[in-house]
């Protein structure tokens, strides 16, 4: 760009203004104002004979210059002249000067050898000294650095893992950044980083043997928590029992002191000590080593990886509580298997309380009550099950104790136990039901053990062993002479006190229930009133029912059923007593024992009824009758004398039965009267059917008159009044069916039959058409047989004549019959 303008200057101006320019262009040479291309190529540049000019002009200032620097010499010359002369007298003196100056230099070169080696020793100490400063100072930087280091490693070594990640934290933050540019800071940066995954997984493997140490020994964890809350408990109990005893007990004031009782004072005492042994024991949470949780905590937390741990944890510990809660198949057959399996359970709840409670946020009050709602739910599964298995009331009752220990246990640290006590309530059932069948056992045992014979007491002594196991009232009885003898029989004391035995054994089931005692009360009483309606109910009726039981016991079976019925009262005061709740309540329930003992003795009699009707049976079955006989043999059958004679004596049994008030003849007089009516029918419908049977083909009329001795005999007993109490000829009314018809066959007296046949008037008006229709062909055909020549004897061909006329009327009453109906 340069130039390009000086170009255009040299086009510009004219020729005569070219001198000019060279001017400026050795102004510029001779200013020394570097560099000079740019000048020397604007002289040269488009001119023709520019070099040539420009050399002329150049020359021309040269001569200029010369001729000037010669005038400043001529200027000059004198004082040069006298400057040399000056130099020239003083160049002797500078010579000797120049000789002082060396041999000067020389001693002190001479002198200073030894202060330039001290000097140097001194600046090599000095230097040391420094290098010595710096290096203190570099080491007490990196001492704190090494001291902290060192520290860590012995954390490390002694497993103070929390300590050591502090440690690690303050060489992180405040040591290591001082010294950073050494290489053992490097190596140390680079360490920690693994020595922080190292702690992790030893803080790991301490918990990892933590969670296996306290699922191994839970359950003597949940065995001290159960055994310390039952003495709590029954600590608690003995202190309140105490205070209602001290509140109710009237103050006696000596000396205006009131006197603690003995009793007191040693209750005090006992108090004290089992204070101060309560501080030497143990509590549940003493036994665990919770320090690997709290480390491993503390570690996690400070490495950020809190989440991560707590997850684990629960994660483990959920784990543990499925395995926990999972029974032993061979747990329902005894106690300990219980105990051992809600021992666990409650371990492992009591270290979680621990845990919710010592640490924050490890485990949180929803995770435990999500843990226990899930584990309350398999634990009540899990009892339902093993507990159907159970059959001993005794392992039954020590399993509800074990529920409530578990429960009252588990509601000291909080967690909600109702649906247990509701669980309680299904076992309950369970155990009125292994208690029903373990006295049914007992009940079968007292009656097969029984001799169903009064109870013989031969003194007083005896008397009041009796009424003292059994509340038996007897003015009467009483007023009798020993040696003597109770109505009832062994059976019926025992049976007493087996069933108030029951009751105790059903309240055992009810204390600790946290119930009312209006409910216990009415548990008591509908679990008693399941022992008599349907437990000693079914014993009764299948004790009646069995074979070898006869007639004699039956009877005493009767008396038996009388006299506990009437104890039901005492069993109602009984229970009153235990729990102090008035029968007058409205929701009291009574007991059912009333009609219990009222059905049994209604079974009773009607099992008279059907063995004497056997017994009947089986003598008729002795009859030998020859029905084709021409003349009786005079006198009754033996079957038949021997029958009346059984129930002669059969009828007597009936006189033992309670009969020392109203009440008792009553009942006495009924079942007598009944069970003889029941006979008498019963005979008299067997002799009809032997009569009617349709395999007796033919019958005469001395097998008739025969049937008729027997028939007289009877009604003979019948007429004797076996059984005091029947009016008239009652007895006798079981027979008239047999009576008329027999009559109707010994004086062949059918015209009045057949005249007054349906009138309330008639004498035989108890003969059936179709009854005497049936023995009367017997007869004829008979007749026809026996009498080979009756056609030739004129009365005998009458009376065929009139049997076959009696037949056709008798048929032509019966099809009338037939068609009415």
């Not at 108090?271 to 919770?290: I, P």
């Not at 029958?643 to 007089?669: C, E, K, W, Y």
Request: hydrophobic share 35%; charged share 25%; with cysteine.
């Amino acid at each position: 760009m340069a130039r390009k303008s000086k170009l255009n200057l040299l086009e510009l101006y004219s020729e005569e203004n070219k001198d000019q320019i060279y001017e400026n262009v050795f102004a510029e040479i001779e200013s020394f104002e570097l560099p000079l291309g740019t000048s020397l190529r604007s002289v040269y540049d488009d001119q023709p004979n520019a070099h040539q000019r420009f050399m002329e002009k150049l020359d021309a200032c040269i001569r200029n210059h010369d001729r000037e620097i010669e005038k400043m010499c001529n200027f000059h010359h004198q004082g040069f002249v006298d400057a040399i002369t000056e130099l020239l007298k003083v160049r002797a003196d500078a010579g000797k000067l120049k000789v002082q100056v060396t041999d000067t230099n020389r001693r002190l070169q001479d002198a200073g050898k030894e202060v330039i080696a001290q000097t140097e020793e001194i600046i090599r100490c000095r230097i040391q000294q420094r290098n010595i400063t710096t290096v203190v100072e570099k080491l007490q930087l990196c001492l704190p650095v090494l001291e902290m280091y060192s520290k860590l490693k012995e954390q490390m070594n002694v497993k103070r893992y929390y300590s050591a990640l502090k440690t690690m934290e303050q060489l992180e933050n405040m040591y290591l950044p001082r010294v950073s540019q050494y290489r053992f800071c490097q190596i140390m940066i680079e360490n920690l980083p693994k020595l922080r995954e190292e702690i992790k997984e030893i803080s790991m493997s301490d918990l990892k043997d933590f969670l296996e140490s306290i699922r191994k020994h839970s359950d003597k964890i949940g065995e001290t928590a159960m055994k310390q809350a039952q003495q709590q408990k029954t600590f608690n109990t003995a202190l309140q029992k105490q205070n209602n005893v001290n509140y109710g007990r009237n103050m006696h004031v000596i000396n205006g002191k009131v006197p603690e009782p003995k009793y007191e004072i040693t209750s005090k005492r006992t108090l004290e000590e089992e204070d101060e042994h309560e501080e030497e024991v143990l509590t549940a949470h003493d036994l665990v080593d919770f320090s690997p949780v709290y480390r491993c905590l503390h570690i996690y937390s400070v490495l950020g990886d809190g989440e991560t741990f707590e997850n684990y944890y629960r994660k483990q510990r959920r784990k543990q509580a499925r395995l926990v809660l999972q029974p032993q198949s061979s747990m329902h057959e005894t106690v300990e298997g219980y105990r051992r399996y809600f021992s666990q359970i409650v371990g492992f709840f009591v270290v979680e309380d621990h845990i919710l409670h010592v640490t924050q946020g490890l485990v949180t009050r929803a995770y435990t009550d999500e843990l226990w709602n899930m584990a309350l739910s398999k634990i009540i599964a899990v009892l339902r099950t093993h507990s159907s298995y159970c059959t001993d009331p005794d392992l039954v009752l020590e399993l509800k104790n074990l529920i409530v220990v578990f429960a009252d246990t588990l509601q000291g640290y909080g967690f909600p136990v109702n649906r247990l006590f509701d669980l309680l309530f299904e076992i309950r059932d369970q155990y009125n039901e292994t208690l029903l069948k373990k006295w049914a056992g007992l009940f079968r045992d007292i009656f097969e053990a029984d001799n169903y014979s009064p109870i013989p007491v031969a003194n007083e002594e005896e008397y009041k062993i009796v009424i003292s196991k059994f509340p038996f009232q007897d003015p009467e009885l009483d007023k009798q002479s020993f040696p003597k003898k109770l109505p009832m029989s062994q059976s019926v004391p025992q049976i007493y006190i087996q069933v108030k035995e029951f009751i105790y054994a059903s309240l055992k089931f009810s204390e600790s229930l946290h119930r009312s005692s209006t409910e216990i009360d009415d548990m008591l009483r509908k679990s008693t009133n399941l022992l008599l309606t349907r437990t000693l109910s079914s014993c009764l009726q299948n004790l009646i029912k069995k074979p070898h039981i006869g007639l004699t016991e039956l009877v005493q079976i009767i008396i038996n059923t009388t006299h506990l019925e009437q104890a039901c009262k005492y069993l109602e005061d009984f229970i009153t007593n235990i729990t102090n709740i008035s029968q007058e309540t409205v929701h009291t329930a009574r007991l059912y024992g009333l009609s219990t003992f009222k059905d049994a003795r209604h079974a009773a009699e009607g099992e008279i009824y059907t063995k004497l009707n056997q017994k009947i049976d089986e003598f008729i079955q002795l009859a030998d009758y020859d029905w084709t006989m021409s003349e009786p043999a005079g006198r009754a059958s033996g079957y038949l004398m021997d029958l009346i004679n059984f129930l002669r004596s059969t009828f007597q049994v009936f006189t033992h039965l309670p009969n020392n008030n109203n009440d008792h003849a009553a009942m006495s007089g009924k079942v007598a009267q009944t069970a003889c009516m029941s006979a008498c029918q019963h005979l008299s419908t067997s002799l009809m059917q032997m009569l009617l049977d349709s395999e007796l083909k033919q019958i005469s009329m001395g097998a008739v008159q025969q049937f008729n001795l027997d028939v007289i005999q009877c009604e003979l007993f019948a007429s004797s009044e076996p059984v005091p109490g029947f009016h008239g000829d009652t007895l006798q009314l079981a027979f008239i069916d047999l009576r008329q018809l027999l009559d109707l066959f010994m004086v062949w007296d059918w015209s009045t039959y057949l005249a007054d046949y349906g009138q309330s008037t008639s004498k035989y008006l108890r003969v059936n058409p179709s009854t005497a229709l049936t023995l009367l062909e017997k007869m004829k055909d008979t007749s026809k047989k026996n009498n080979i020549f009756a056609q030739f004897r004129k009365n005998d061909r009458d009376k065929q004549k009139l049997i076959e006329t009696v037949v056709k009327q008798l048929r032509s009453l019966v099809n009338g019959m037939s068609q009415h109906t």
